[in-house]
């Protein structure tokens, strides 16, 4: 079982940037595929960003070529760097941890981003 904490979130204006950070621990961090979620007032939670063992890269739409999902096997981190942040771009980000030998998915507790237009 893995263990997530994220951090970075705040307040931050629109066109700013903001840098997310996951921190894993409990297991092997190379054997989980990696995902950014966030969740919106009165809206369900989306997959905005996600990174597999052989470092294939996927983005929501909204985000493409402005967010970027990055790992580090060697610190146990993934992260989410969010450039020209928009205000609809707001919301609880949460890290994700996909066990790639069977059906567990693992969450964080969330971190939230408030960008202000």
């Known amino acids: 079982q893995v263990q997530l904490a994220e951090s970075g979130g705040g307040l931050v204006q629109a066109g700013g940037s903001l840098r997310l950070s996951c921190a894993a621990s409990?297991?092997?961090?190379?054997?989980?595929?990696m995902g950014w979620y966030r969740q919106s007032p009165g809206k369900q939670r989306e997959l905005v960003a996600s990174e597999t063992s052989g470092r294939a890269t996927a983005y929501a739409d909204s985000v493409k070529g402005r967010f970027t999902i990055s790992r580090d096997n060697a610190k146990n981190s993934v992260y989410l760097q969010m450039n020209n942040l928009k205000p609809e771009d707001g919301g609880f980000y949460y890290c994700?941890?996909?066990?790639?030998?069977?059906?567990?998915?693992?969450w964080g507790q969330g971190t939230q981003v408030t960008v202000s237009s």
């Open positions: 409990g297991s092997i961090f190379s054997w989980y595929d």
């Open positions: 994700n941890a996909r066990f790639r030998h069977g059906p567990y998915d693992y």
